[in-house]
Each structure stands twice: as structure tokens, then as C-alpha cells.
């Protein structure tokens, strides 16, 4: 089931970058809009309107509503920026078109390489991958160092390890040639040791991951300090690996060194120490004590549910697997307890993201289905794909992650077609915009290979 093979292996790496919550609206040139806007009248949905001219339109688009503001807001230079909340709300809204193609390209070959980078973002939200790479591949042709670490945030899952090195190892080499600050070239060497060791245990190769995180360790200890967030978190990188190349007891006593160092420097809000509270989780795990292992993910999770989604995520996950190997019904029904109290906060609680709350939704699916009462299961996944399609649209990943749990559930209960219909969507739609790779994909290839099995 999709809930439960996420979390097998090592948990995945954390850092102190995460997706913007917010695409800034930058100013374009009238004579852009003017050559952009024939785009979207010549898409077919357009062709019964009865079109004013380009004059006409600017005239109405510039007009203020209401005695407030104009959906175009002129800027200097003959500029026009979109009115913020009008863009914040397309993008928010599952039912809004998609953005043409050919809109995405003439966006991506217009802005400077800085802008490009919010450009892939913006794409990589829509669920356009493909255009997200092509405006990152422009911003770090421009010397946009950082656009590696864009592109391994977009890609951590999807199976393209050797594109992300090659990219990071690529902006290691540029960023130095162009005389870049040390923190920018040290950042870059440490995702580089990260993606090489692998994010799940049995891939990547961890005694090079080893060599290389222990001398950007040496460098960032050097350079910026033994207390940097850069130094700590490139040692929380050398804690990973240290754990397969020596032993995890090393692993957990540094993982509790940089806990604590972290701590005192930085206090206890910083991601620097979250990210060492985790792995002292993950050491704690495979130093033997499972249950404590799963108190600090959980207690990790519970202070991570308004700042930092895909930590949220990853405690989950490595629970979830935890709990599939626990025979221990009474801490498993207290941990479906404390996730239904989680995601009941969640919902009132207008700091969580929407994709932060379906995910404890699917979650708590999980779990539930597997201390056996599949009906209870059953309706939390519908409320968890309804509310994913109806907020985030249905090729969002948590919906496609939704919808995978909801058909595990439909098949445990007996309802075959139902639940094989459920999986072909979801794979199909995987694949399509995500990939063939992608870990969504290969999950809705499990199930479905699951529910025939089971037919």
C-alpha cells in the first residue's frame, strides 16, 4: 500500500530549504502581454467568445473594481503586474486551466535567470515538470548557482539520482569559477555527499558518500565554524553514512551531539536541530529501541505541522514502517489515537497547509486499516480524496497518494472493481505527470499488482 511502502529504508534527508509558499508576481512589458495573450484565445475552449481587441481588453483589465484595484496594475516603464491576490487565487484553485505550453516557454525564454527560478516553481506547483527543469536549466545557465538545489528538491523523488548529482556537481564547478561565497560551494558539496550515499538504504554508494561529507565537514568547520548551521547540517550528512560505514551506536551518539549543540546555539525551533532530532530517531531505531524511535518521530511530527510539511512526512512514514514490523496492538491503537487528535488540530487549525492535512488523513488510513477496521479506513480515505480534489486539484500527490489508500481500502473490503478502477487512474495520472520513475508511479504499480493478485 502506498502509506506503507514510502517508509521502507532509511528515512529521507532533511534541510533547511523547502518549497516557496509563495511565488512572487513580477512586472512584464506591455508588448510581452500583448504577443503572450494570442496563446490563450487561440485555445479551443476559446473559440464561440466574441474577442474585443487588444485595446479594449487593456482598457478593462486596467480598469479599477470596486474603487480598489485593476486586475493589470501598471508598474514603471510601461510595465503591468497582475493584481496578487487575483494570481495568489488561480493558484490556489484545483478547477483554474491549465496554463498553455507555449505560455510557459515565452514566460521561461523572457525573465532573467534569476526570475526563472520562481518560474520552475511556479510550473512545479502546476504539476509541470518538464517546464520546471527547462526554467531551472536556464536560471543555472545564468550563473544561478542555487537552481541545483531547486532541481534536487524537485526531483528527490523521482528516481533520478544520477540527473540530480550531475546537476549539483555541475553548479559546484561553475559556483567556484565564479568565485561564489563559501557557504554557496560548501551547501552544494553536501547535498552532493547526501544524494551519493542514497536516500534509502541499499542505494548509493555510502564509503564515497563518507570521504566526501567528512571533508566538507573538515572545510565547513574551517571556513565557517564548528557551530554553522552549514558545519551542523553537513554533519547530520556524515552521521548518515557513518551509520553504515562504522556503526550506529557512533551514528547515534554524534546525531545527540549536534542535537545538542544545535540546541544551545541555535535553540530548539531551529531546523538544524529538528533535522538532528530526526536522526537521532533514526539511529535510535536501528540501535534496537523501536518504540522509542516512534515516540520521537511522532513528538517531531507534532511540532513540525505548521513549518515543515515534508519533515511532517517523513516521521510518518518511518512510523508507519516501524509499525508494520511492532507487534504491539496497544501502542499501535495510542499512535492511531494521537493522529486522529493531530489531524483534528490540523483541520481547525488555519496555520497547516492543505497538503499537510490530507497527508495525515492518508496516514491515518493506514493505520487504521491495519488494525483491521478497513470501514473506518475506507471513509477517511474518501474524505481525505475529496478534499485533495476538491483543494488541491487531482494531480496533486497527496490526492494520487489519496486515492491509492482509498483503493487498498475498497479492496480489503471486497470491492475488486472498485478498487482496481481507483489504482488505474492513479497510475495513469502518475505516470503522465510525474514519470515513469516517480515513487507515486511505482506505488500504483505495487497496488495494482497487489489487487490482481488478490482477484
Known amino acids: 500500500m502506498a502509506g506503507v511502502q514510502a517508509a521502507r529504508g532509511r528515512p529521507g ?5 523547502r518549497p516557496p509558499r509563495r511565488i512572487p508576481h513580477l512586472p512584464l512589458p506591455v508588448a510581452f502581454l500583448q504577443a503572450l495573450h494570442q496563446t490563450y484565445l487561440d485555445m479551443p475552449t476559446r473559440s464561440h467568445l466574441r474577442l474585443e481587441t487588444w485595446e479594449e481588453a487593456l482598457e478593462w483589465a486596467t480598469e479599477p473594481l470596486h474603487a480598489t484595484s485593476s486586475l493589470l496594475m501598471p508598474a514603471a516603464d510601461g510595465h503591468y503586474v497582475a493584481f496578487d491576490y487575483l494570481a495568489d487565487a488561480a493558484d490556489d484553485a484545483s478547477s483554474v486551466p491549465d496554463v498553455p505550453s507555449r505560455a510557459w516557454e515565452a514566460v521561461t525564454d523572457f525573465v532573467p535567470p534569476a526570475d526563472a ?14 517546464v520546471a527543469e527547462r526554467a531551472l536549466t536556464r536560471a543555472l545557465a545564468g550563473g544561478r548557482h542555487e537552481a541545483a538545489h531547486d532541481f534536487a528538491l524537485m526531483m528527490r523523488e523521482t528516481g533520478r539520482d544520477e540527473d540530480v548529482i550531475t546537476w549539483l556537481e555541475r553548479a559546484v564547478r561553475a559556483a567556484a569559477q565564479a568565485g561564489a561565497p563559501p557557504e554557496e560551494i560548501i551547501r552544494l558539496r553536501d547535498q552532493i555527499a547526501w544524494w551519493i550515499g542514497g536516500r534509502y538504504e541499499g542505494h548509493g554508494d555510502v564509503h564515497t558518500a563518507y570521504d566526501l561529507a567528512e571533508t566538507v565537514v573538515a572545510d565547513s568547520t574551517r571556513i565557517l565554524g564548528a557551530d554553522h548551521p552549514l558545519t551542523l547540517k553537513s554533519r547530520i550528512t556524515l552521521i548518515r553514512q557513518l551509520g553504515d560505514v562504522r556503526s550506529p551506536e557512533e551514528a547515534l551518539a554524534m546525531a545527540r551531539e549536534v542535537a545538542d549543540i544545535a540546541a544551545r546555539v541555535h535553540g530548539t525551533d531551529h531546523w538544524t536541530h529538528r533535522n538532528a532530532r530526526f536522526e537521532v530517531a533514526v539511529w535510535t531505531l536501528y540501535c534496537g529501541d523501536r518504540h522509542q524511535a ?22 510518518l512514514r518511518n512510523i508507519t514502517a516501524v509499525l508494520n514490523e511492532l507487534d504491539d496492538p496497544a501502542f499501535n491503537a495510542q499512535l492511531v489515537q494521537w493522529l ?11 496555520g497547516v497547509e492543505q497538503p499537510t492535512l490530507i497527508l495525515l488523513y492518508t496516514i491515518l488510513t ?10 473506518r479506513a475506507r471513509d477517511i480515505a474518501r474524505r481525505a480524496l475529496k478534499e485533495g480534489q476538491k483543494t488541491l486539484g487531482a494531480l496533486h500527490l497527496r490526492t494520487i497518494d489519496a486515492q491509492l489508500v482509498l483503493a487498498h481500502q475498497e479492496g480489503e473490503l471486497g470491492e475488486s472493481a472498485r478498487a482496481r478502477t481507483l489504482v488505474e487512474e492513479a497510475e495513469k495520472a502518475a505516470a503522465r505527470v510525474y514519470g515513469e520513475s516517480h515513487r507515486m508511479t511505482i506505488w500504483a504499480r505495487e497496488e495494482r499488482d497487489l489487487r490482481a493478485a488478490h482477484s
Do not use: S, Y
Not at 486522529?340 to 488555519?350: F, I, K, P, Q, V
Not at 493505520?367 to 470501514?375: L, V
Open 294 to 315: 516512534v515516540r520521537r518521530w511522532r513528538d517531531l511530527a507534532e511540532d513540525e505541522v505548521t513549518e515543515n510539511p515534508a519533515g511532517v512526512e517523513d516521521c
Open 340 to 350: 486522529e487528535a493531530l489531524a483534528e488540530r490540523a483541520r481547525t487549525n488555519g
Open 117 to 130: 527560478i520562481d518560474v520552475a516553481w511556479a510550473a512545479f506547483l502546476r504539476h509541470r515538470l518538464d
Open 13 to 17: 534527508h532533511r534541510g533547511g530549504r
Open 366 to 375: 493506514t493505520w487504521t486499516g491495519n488494525q483491521g477496521d478497513h470501514t
